[in-house]
């Protein structure tokens, strides 16, 4: 079983940055792709990047301007991180950390719409124009 506690979400103007953590209670962190995903009210959940135990990652075609996000993982502090710069109003969202058990910790495509076997409760990120 693997627990996932986000923090980092907050309000915030137009062009700012946020960084998100979650951190993970498991003895195999290094067995997970770690992703961030989000959904905004009315919208569906969708992934916004993912990070392999090797560090390998993969960013959401979906996300616009996506090269203002970085997603990282401390495989030592078993935590996973997104840095956020130059954030919009439409980057509001809850955002959900998910771990994939996948042994090896490789990463699929997010585009795939791999299945995530485990999930934080969410941090809120509400950015005003």
């Known amino acids: 079983q693997v627990q996932l506690v986000e923090s980092g979400g907050s309000s915030t103007q137009a062009g700012g940055s946020l960084r998100l953590a979650c951190t993970a209670s498991?003895?195999?962190?290094?067995?997970?792709?770690m992703s961030w995903f989000r959904q905004a009210p009315g919208k569906e959940r969708e992934g916004v990047a993912s990070?392999?135990?090797?560090?390998?990652?993969?960013?959401a075609d979906s996300v616009e301007d996506r090269d203002r996000f970085t997603i990282s993982r401390d495989n030592v502090k078993k935590a996973l991180y997104l840095q956020m710069n130059s954030l919009k109003p439409e980057d509001s969202a809850m955002y959900y950390c998910?771990?994939?058990?996948?042994?090896?910790?490789?990463?699929?495509?997010?585009?795939?719409?791999?299945?995530?076997?485990?999930w934080g409760q969410g941090t809120q990120v509400t950015v005003s124009s």
């Open positions: 998910a771990a994939k058990d996948t042994v090896s910790g490789y990463c699929p495509a997010l585009s795939g719409r791999p299945h995530f076997d485990y």
């Open positions: 498991t003895f195999g962190y290094r067995r997970l792709c």
């Open positions: 990070v392999g135990s090797d560090g390998t990652r993969v960013y």
